[in-house]
């Protein structure tokens, strides 16, 4: 079955801090892993899309990982804004189809 | 432009009733899908279609039915609208399916809030 877990669900920081979003998943077959942004009442915004040949990927403050072999993913983002709320979603790519599988998101929110 | 777009943004209907959303893309993609958020804001994918054709059909009832004219629209239709319809519908495309890299990225529109009553 395949399952993706975000960790936390819910995250609060000042301005200015770094953080990290974590994402599992549980199918070893991953082909890609996508990060997405979703605004309030908004659709979703594409940030990173990492291949499974691929350990890494960056945009701006925004840094992506991947470790295949422990399941993992994780979002770094530096030096937060209040700009940066909002929720992460990481999906599991499925080769066939291109099919995503989401994580139930992180609600950040940065206070400024 | 808008890249993928929706209509309605807002649709609020009577339990029993038929009802279509629009998608269309102008970004010259070949792949398209629909993804359903439900109340817990969970987002799971319903149907693909590439070039027209149908990829991916995971287990939606059948009084869904996607209908593609063009590879730029896709759009969905559902018949005999139950209470646990409602949620909010999200249409996506990408470039290619399947064959790694950036081609692969799926670009959302702003999605369609269903409300059935």
């Known amino acids: 079955k395949q399952e993706v877990t975000q960790i936390p669900a819910a995250l609060s920081v000042p301005e200015g801090e770094n953080l990290v979003l974590n994402c599992s998943f549980t199918?070893?077959?991953?082909?890609?892993l996508q990060w997405f942004r979703q605004d309030p009442g908004k659709g979703l915004t594409s940030l990173l899309l990492?291949?499974?040949?691929?350990r890494e990927q960056t945009s701006g403050r925004l840094n992506a990982s991947l470790d295949k072999s422990s399941g993992r993913s994780t979002l770094y983002i530096a030096a937060s804004q209040p700009g940066d709320s909002a929720t992460y979603l990481c999906?599991?790519?499925?080769?066939?189809?291109?099919?995503?599988?989401f994580g139930a998101g992180t609600i950040l929110r940065v206070k400024s | 432009d808008t890249a993928v777009s929706q209509t309605p943004k807002y649709l609020v209907t009577q339990m029993g009733n038929d009802k279509s959303i629009k998608c269309e893309q102008n970004l010259g993609h070949d792949t398209m899908y629909w993804y359903k958020q439900d109340s817990k804001k969970f987002l799971k994918i319903m149907f693909s279609y590439n070039n027209k054709e149908l990829i991916i059909n995971e287990t939606v009832p059948n009084r869904f039915s996607p209908k593609s004219p063009d590879k730029a629209h896709l759009n969905l239709h559902i018949n005999s609208l139950e209470l646990g319809d409602s949620a909010v519908y999200f249409c996506?495309?990408?470039?290619?399916?399947?064959?790694?890299?950036?081609?692969?990225?799926?670009?959302f529109g702003p999605g369609t809030r269903l409300t059935v009553l």
């Open positions: 199918d070893s077959a991953i082909y890609n």
């Open positions: 999906a599991q790519v499925m080769e066939y189809g291109n099919k995503l599988v």
């Open positions: 996506a495309s990408s470039q290619l399916y399947s064959l790694g890299g950036s081609m692969d990225t799926q670009y």
């Open positions: 990492i291949q499974s040949s691929q």
